[in-house]
């Protein structure tokens, strides 16, 4: 089947402007996890859902990062009043659950984002 | 909380060799995961191998080994007759798996180029 997508694949935002990520999970994945990923460094984890639920957020930079999963499938991470710093590629991944073999992570091909 | 070193920020080899990646981890917990993930250039990343610490025989995928020392916290990755195909940045990460959240810990990756 289809893997995890991202849209858009990239985005250029003025400074203090509001942009929105989506990520579609592969069917039927319960968990789903951000990403920020800067320039030459690894991955760095932001938030977790498993289904609707938000189980956790510790990751978010800041108060103006937010994300949601409303009907545990699609997600969006919010950035308000972008800064430079937030530029950055943002990267989804989904699993199956989190138990044994299926807590492997099947990652998106990320947005990347570019705050002017 | 866990943090994950990898030390050899670029590395070459000639194809057909083999060429092994360094990770090390710190971490108090006593079950965990190792991944090495494979991020090609301007491509999604995709996981290449796994290891769970409660078991001793180091996992192998084909091409793809590891060497899991427990007590030293160190899994390296071993690539033989390396391919030009494998040229991309490896991660090394970790994940502790367990109530709430089980997000991976990257290290800062390896660039890896396959000489032709």
Redesign the interface.
């Given at each position: 089947g289809a893997?995890?997508s991202q849209s858009p694949r990239y985005k250029v935002a003025k400074r203090g402007q509001d942009v929105a990520l989506r990520c579609d999970p592969i069917s039927g994945h319960v968990?789903l996890?951000w990403?920020q990923q800067a320039l030459?460094?690894?991955?760095?984890?932001l938030t977790?859902f498993q289904n609707e639920a938000q189980?956790?957020k510790?990751?978010l930079p800041s108060d103006r990062f937010f994300a949601e999963r409303p009907e545990g499938s699609v997600s969006t991470l919010k950035i308000q009043r972008t800064q430079q710093e937030d530029s950055a590629v943002y990267?989804c991944?989904s699993s199956h659950s989190?138990r044994g073999e299926s807590?492997?992570?099947?990652?998106?091909?990320?947005t990347r984002l570019t705050v002017l | 909380a866990q943090t994950?070193t990898q030390s050899q920020p670029e590395m070459s080899v000639q194809e057909a060799e083999t060429v092994t990646l360094s990770c090390t981890y710190d971490t108090s917990e006593n079950n965990y995961?190792l991944f090495w993930?494979k991020q090609p250039p301007s491509?999604?990343?995709?996981?290449v191998i796994?290891q769970e610490a409660y078991k001793q025989q180091n996992a192998t995928e084909n091409r793809f080994s590891v060497n899991f020392q427990k007590a030293a916290k160190s899994f390296s990755l071993k690539i033989s007759d390396s391919q030009l195909g494998d040229t991309a940045m490896y991660?090394c990460?970790f994940?502790k798996?367990g109530a709430?959240?089980?997000?991976?810990?990257?290290?800062?990756?390896t660039k890896l180029s396959v000489i032709p």
């Open positions: 893997g995890v968990s996890f990403y030459g460094q690894g991955p760095e984890f977790y189980l956790d510790s990751g990267l991944a989190s807590n492997e992570q099947f990652f998106g091909p990320g | 994950v995961y993930y491509r999604q990343m995709i996981l796994r991660f990460a994940m798996p709430g959240s089980y997000q991976l810990t990257f290290g800062k990756g």
